[in-house]
């Protein structure tokens, strides 16, 4: 479950690493005669942890590859911990050709933190991108394509307390809670998402993630459901509840096609739930997937046939 500035996960690959001791020399130290690295000393029980954390990750991933960033758990890690003289966490060091050049204790405000790695960027001779914010996001898009929903939901959480206008970052947080099966986090989510975005296609579109994730939660056996309409083509009910499940299932082309032969067969049925259902998958669905594409065509062929 994700609220902003939880979580303690690194979202991996060469810009942000765990790293341990023995790793140390060769991820921190000889890194950073190339390129900075911001070192967060933490562990898994400190709560200041938990929001410092995310932060920094959005942070570096914002500045595009100027600085990199090593975690380094404390309680795995005692000996290096002491040799940098870490007494308190989150401690945080910048290193820069070998060297500490920079550094603070303690959970920093969102802006101070950009501050911060503006500031060691800068010493190394970078510069931190304007679109940095749009990298994060696209990182989190990335994460979360790959399964990892854990660390895409910090990094979505960081960026809106970088820049709560970041509306794409509300949905990302629901789609990453949804994708953890953290149905309410994900409906709290989109309930604080600000009032003038709330007709954003980015939040439309999670919230019908979440209408169709609700429905997998009592979805019914799919098997049985294909006896009931095989039995009777016209019992719609049965028909609904099958591409209900089918989507549950992952079988999503199989339930719009479900959803759409219950159109043709009544499309007043039920308050027009067919439609309706259809316009949810549409809208849960990237607007160029082929689903959305061959589904919109041939709903459109019915009704102005």
């Known amino acids: 479950m994700l609220e902003l500035g939880q979580g303690t996960a690194a979202p991996g690959g ?25 070192v967060d000393f933490w562990a898994p029980w400190c709560g200041p942890c938990k929001t410092l954390g995310p932060a920094l990750e959005a ?22 911990a002491g040799q940098m003289r870490v007494q308190s966490i989150p401690t945080v060091y910048a290193f820069w050709q070998g060297q500490p050049i ?40 990335e994460m ?27 949905g990302g947080l629901a789609r990453a809670n949804i994708a953890m099966g953290a149905l309410d986090q994900a409906e709290a989510v ?15 579109a999670a919230h019908a993630q979440l209408e169709l994730a609700r429905q997998a939660e009592n979805a019914g056996p799919v098997a049985e459901l294909h006896a009931r309409v095989e039995a009777n083509p016209d019992d719609h009910a049965a028909r609904l509840d099958l591409a209900q499940a089918l989507h549950a299932a992952g079988q999503v ?35 160029n997937d082929p689903v959305v594409l061959n589904g919109r065509r041939k709903l459109s062929s019915m009704i102005f046939a």
């Open 14 to 38: 060469d810009l942000i690493k765990d790293v341990s001791e023995a790793e140390f020399m060769t991820d921190v130290v000889d890194a950073s005669m190339s390129v900075p690295v911001i």
């Open 144 to 170: 979360l394509a790959e399964g990892d929903a854990q660390s895409a939901g910090e990094t979505f959480a960081a960026i809106i307390e970088q820049d709560q206008s970041v509306v794409a970052a509300y």
């Open 190 to 204: 989109l309930n604080g998402t600000p009032a003038e975005y709330s007709g954003a296609p980015e939040i439309e």
């Open 253 to 287: 082309e199989e339930a719009v096609a479900e959803l759409l032969e219950l159109f043709r067969r009544d499309r007043e049925w039920n308050d027009g739930a067919a439609k309706a259902q259809l316009f949810t998958i549409f809208e849960a669905l990237k607007p």
């Open 102 to 141: 920079d550094g603070f204790q303690g959970a920093l405000p969102p802006s101070e933190i950009e501050a911060f790695v503006t500031k060691v960027v800068e010493a190394s001779g970078g510069q931190v991108p304007d679109n940095g914010l749009d990298d994060a996001l696209a990182a989190a898009e």
């Open 59 to 80: 942070a570096v991933t914002a500045a595009g590859g100027a600085v990199k960033m090593a975690k380094v758990n404390v309680d795995e890690n005692q000996m290096i």
